[in-house]
Nanobody
Framework: QLQLVESGGGLVQSGGSLRLSCAASGSTLDYYAIGWFRRAPGKEREGVSCITSLGGSTDYADSVKGRFTISRDNAKNTVYLQMVSLKAEDTDVYYC??????????????????WGRGTQVTVSS
C-alpha cells in the first residue's frame, strides 16, 4: 500500500520561498504520476502541479506558472515542489497525490488513488 507524507510547509513572508517534499513508502513511485493539490477550508480543491511517472512532462495551474517547479527523484522515492515568489493567496494546505500510470491531469483529482495528509503553507503579506 502506497503511503505519501508531505513536509516542508511553514510560515513565510510574501516573496519568500519554500520547498515541499512528498515522500513515498510502501511502494515505488516509478509507475505513478504525482500531483500537488491545495485546499483551504471552505474553498474548492485546486490542482497546482503534476509530473508524469518518468518525469518527462509537467503541468501547472496558471496561478503558479513561473513561480512553482515540480520535480521528482525516483531513487529517493520523493517528489518536490519548489515554490518561489510566494503570495498571500498561496496560503493553503498542500497535498500530494499519486495516480498509477503515466498520465497527469490536474482537472481530475478523482483519478489520484493515494493522498497524503497535507502540509500547511502560510504566506504573510
Amino acid at each position: 500500500q502506497l503511503q505519501l507524507v508531505e513536509s516542508g510547509g511553514g510560515l513565510v513572508q510574501s516573496g519568500g520561498s519554500l520547498r515541499l517534499s512528498c515522500a513515498a513508502s510502501g511502494s515505488t513511485l516509478d509507475y505513478y504520476a504525482i500531483g500537488w493539490f491545495r485546499r483551504a477550508p471552505g474553498k474548492e480543491r485546486e490542482g497546482v502541479s503534476c509530473i508524469t511517472s518518468l518525469g518527462g512532462s509537467t503541468d501547472y495551474a496558471d496561478s503558479v506558472k513561473g513561480r512553482f517547479t515540480i520535480s521528482r527523484d525516483n531513487a529517493k522515492n520523493t517528489v518536490y515542489l519548489q515554490m518561489v515568489s510566494l503570495k498571500a493567496e498561496d496560503t493553503d494546505v498542500y497535498y500530494c497525490a499519486a495516480d498509477y500510470g503515466s498520465g497527469c491531469d490536474l482537472t481530475k483529482p478523482i483519478a489520484f488513488d493515494y493522498w497524503g495528509r497535507g502540509t500547511q503553507v502560510t504566506v504573510s503579506s
